[in-house]
């Protein structure tokens, strides 16, 4: 962390500077309600709310979210390194941003999406109250990723992804389907239903799989990576219709006649990291923590067992999973 490295201006400083510089830089979104706000005329990964954001005030409760995991996974590394004064500031805006989303995003049975700032008050995106686009993936995962999300909100949470976003070609990103022009969303609602419109995403798909290991479901978690994975779609090739080797961008989702077909394929960085990420950190549970390796496996139950052999600072582990009595997880979960 103390190594010294350059900006782009020639000048240097240190690996933990250059952190906090970006730290204090991307917080500079979250609004006094403790949710981020998204630049005007864009959106935020949903970069087609093209509309969402007419004066720059419209809120993510993603973004928010994802800020909130990144200053809490900054924070326990600063709290190791000593810097008590970071890490006691990044908590504060943490716990800041929880309580923003809990206060104004929670819908009752789970999380609106987005506010946009073209009426007044915000119209929120991804709530009940909205006829089409009800609720948002991201909307979900990301507050139980960051641990934000209690405990009962976290089950309503992930009840409403299994009842809403589930299909047989995969998680969706948001449901229903919009079937007219929406003018505070923009161009995510101009597409036929289910052509990139409540259609399968799969950075979308591997978040929602580690939300669901996050919050003990292991069924959940392996339902929504078996129908999204590749190596299940790619056995209906007449349906899927590319190589079945590579994920596509997205897949067409089950409003639309062509339904299950991949799109716009070899996208290595859409579905290729997220998905196997998800799969062997949050499923198999094998994945690098501060303290050291954690082994938590959210298997399905008619495996007997499983062998991964994981590079680990400085050494191979290899290691051996055995289930006879066929459970998804340790009993103490």
């Avoid at 948002?136 to 409403?160: E, F, H, M, T």
């Avoid at 007449?238 to 996208?267: K, M, S, T, V």
């Amino acid at each position: 962390m103390n190594e010294k490295v350059p900006y782009i201006d020639g000048s240097q400083d240190t690996v933990w500077e250059h952190i906090k510089m970006g730290l204090e830089a991307s917080s500079m979104v979250i609004n006094e309600r403790g949710l981020a706000t998204i630049p005007k005329g864009v959106g935020d990964w949903m970069d087609e709310f093209t509309k969402i954001s007419k004066d720059g005030k419209a809120e993510s409760t993603m973004l928010a979210a994802e800020m909130a995991y990144i200053l809490k996974g900054f924070s326990e590394i600063a709290e190791k390194v000593g810097k008590k004064e970071d890490s006691a500031r990044w908590m504060t805006l943490y716990h800041k941003i929880e309580k923003g989303i809990n206060d104004y995003a929670w819908d009752g049975e789970w999380y609106t999406r987005a506010f946009s700032d073209r009426t007044s008050p915000p119209q929120p995106v991804g709530s009940s109250k909205n006829e089409e686009g009800k609720i948002y993936l991201n909307g979900q995962s990301w507050p139980i990723i960051a641990g934000v999300a209690p405990l009962d909100r976290k089950n309503k949470a992930l009840d409403a992804i299994d009842k809403y976003l589930t299909s047989d070609y995969g998680a969706l990103v948001f449901w229903p389907s919009y079937n007219k022009f929406v003018d505070y969303i923009g161009t995510q609602s101009i597409y036929s239903p289910g052509f990139r419109n409540a259609n399968i995403y799969f950075r979308p798909a591997g978040w929602a799989v580690m939300a669901a290991a996050m919050g003990g479901r292991a069924d959940l978690a392996n339902k929504l990576y078996n129908s999204t994975s590749l190596s299940e779609r790619s056995k209906d090739i007449n349906r899927y219709l590319l190589e079945p080797y590579a994920y596509p961008e997205n897949y067409i989702g089950p409003d639309h006649a062509r339904a299950g077909e991949g799109q716009f394929h070899w996208c290595f960085g859409e579905g290729t990291g997220w998905m196997w990420y998800s799969y062997v950190s949050y499923i198999l549970g094998v994945r690098a923590s501060l303290d050291g390796l954690t082994i938590a496996p959210m298997i399905p139950k008619d495996w007997d067992g499983y062998e991964v052999k994981k590079p680990f600072r400085g050494a191979i582990y290899e290691i051996k999973v055995k289930n006879p009595n066929h459970q998804s997880q340790e009993l103490n979960g």
